[in-house]
């Protein structure tokens, strides 16, 4: 090999110190290409696809790269992900790649094949994801508890879930959209609405939706971002919090995690957090007692049994809602969504749909990831690139198990044991009719 020239030694350092640039990466790529080194090139497109794996100009490159060298094309710019690297001129079998360009252009070139393709008993899928992991939106963790976002997702962006929806739309929305009916039968907006269920299965998503339908914005609010070591300054936080929410009324501010934040003082020690759930407390009377003011209260917690009681008294978080894994359709959505920029063919998504019964939304990302990374790997070792298929899923499935069993456990026993005031009957319906009792 010859010697390194200046330039390929100062992009090799660049990609060591922005690991995750991907553009410098394929470019660094493109010039070891260009200088016959190929075997480092192709390890940093393989790096490059890990990243993303639907970018077009690294499926482009990692076709290029595998190609026999008497029969290098140009790198293409390839301008659509969903279309497959265009093969170069016909070459015989063998060479050092071994690729095959004839068998390659009857596989792919012309008509690209399906990228999903659907069962004869499937419905439409639905268009949207609806999960928790499979936002549009901003992460959770780049939110600031004083950052503001505008609503724009709705309940329609929600796939499947139609029970959820309709016990929002009856105990929650419905009041706030008709003020004329509200005011006719007395319904006034005291009160907020508590989530709960497995992790992963969408609360915040759909908090998000609430905000939407209610042409709000939204402000999401975890414990890390209220508690303080120095005595009085989680309550100060609260009250500056909820001040930040009605100042930009309408608004819908979510507590997630309530269960950490507004956890039972009769099980807490420390005095300091005592008071900051009776701060909490007195905010959410707060609210209640303003109704008008625009603020709508809505939490999530995975463990509704460690919530204090109080928080659960008439005009706080008196309504409780249980948020289960995806439905059928509702999976479709999430698939749908976290392969729509992976270079798949012949997905049947309502099969797919049918064999992750169970799986929570976070499972179904994990699935799609793991079923693209064995595709890149395999794409690797084989030295051609190919498609995500069928066969990748078939492989993983039986390599991932529902991460919500160890919640059903726990709550089995608390719907059983503990079901004061019948709060958890919706939570003892589904479990007998999933055979869990």
């Not at 309504?319 to 059928?328: A, F, K």
């Amino acid at each position: 090999m010859p010697d390194e020239s200046p330039l390929i030694k100062s992009l090799r350092a660049a990609v060591d110190a922005a690991p995750d640039d991907v553009p410098l990466r394929l470019h660094f790529a493109e010039l070891l290409l260009g200088q016959e080194q190929r075997n480092e090139g192709i390890v940093q497109v393989a790096a490059a696809l890990q990243r993303e794996p639907g970018n077009a100009e690294a499926q482009a490159l990692m076709a290029r790269a595998v190609a026999p060298q008497a029969a290098v094309p140009a790198a293409p710019h390839v301008q659509e992900q969903d279309c497959a690297p265009a093969p170069g001129p016909d070459a015989a079998p063998g060479g050092s790649g071994g690729y095959d360009w004839r068998r390659a252009e009857d596989e792919l070139s012309g008509v690209v094949p399906p990228r999903f393709v659907q069962s004869a008993r499937d419905e439409d899928p639905a268009p949207v994801p609806a999960h928790e992991g499979e936002t549009t939106g901003p992460d959770d963790d780049g939110i600031s508890p004083w950052d503001v976002e505008s609503g724009s997702l709705t309940l329609a962006d929600v796939g499947g879930m139609d029970q959820v929806k309709e016990r929002l739309e009856a105990a929650f929305l419905a009041p706030m959209r008709n003020p004329e009916l509200r005011k006719l039968y007395g319904k006034n907006l005291r009160g907020g609405l508590l989530m709960y269920g497995p992790p992963g299965c969408g609360k915040t998503y759909i908090a998000r939706a609430v905000a939407g339908e209610l042409g709000a914005r939204f402000m999401s609010v975890s414990i890390s971002d209220v508690l303080d070591m120095w005595m009085g300054n989680s309550e100060r936080n609260l009250r500056q919090l909820f001040e930040t929410a009605r100042r930009n009324a309408p608004c819908v501010l979510f507590l997630d995690e309530i269960d950490a934040l507004g956890a039972k003082r009769s099980q807490v020690r420390h005095t300091g957090m005592r008071t900051t759930v009776n701060q909490l407390l007195t905010e959410l009377d707060g609210v209640s007692a303003s109704a008008d003011d625009g603020v709508f209260v809505l939490a999530a917690t995975n463990h509704p049994w460690d919530v204090d009681t109080a928080l659960r008294r008439p005009g706080r978080l008196d309504r409780m809602l249980l948020v289960l894994p995806p439905d059928q359709s509702a999976r479709e959505a999430i698939l749908r969504h976290h392969l729509k920029d992976r270079p798949v063919a012949g997905i049947d998504l309502g099969k797919l749909a049918r064999r992750t019964d169970g799986l929570s939304g976070a499972d179904l990302q994990h699935l799609c990831e793991s079923a693209a990374e064995r595709a890149l790997m395999d794409s690797v070792r084989s030295g051609e690139a190919r498609m995500i298929g069928m066969a990748d899923f078939t492989a993983v499935l039986g390599q991932i198990r529902p991460s919500t069993g160890p919640w059903f456990a726990s709550a089995r026993n608390v719907a059983q044991f503990a079901n004061e005031g019948g709060a958890y009957d919706e939570l003892l319906v589904y479990l007998k009719k999933r055979k869990m009792l």
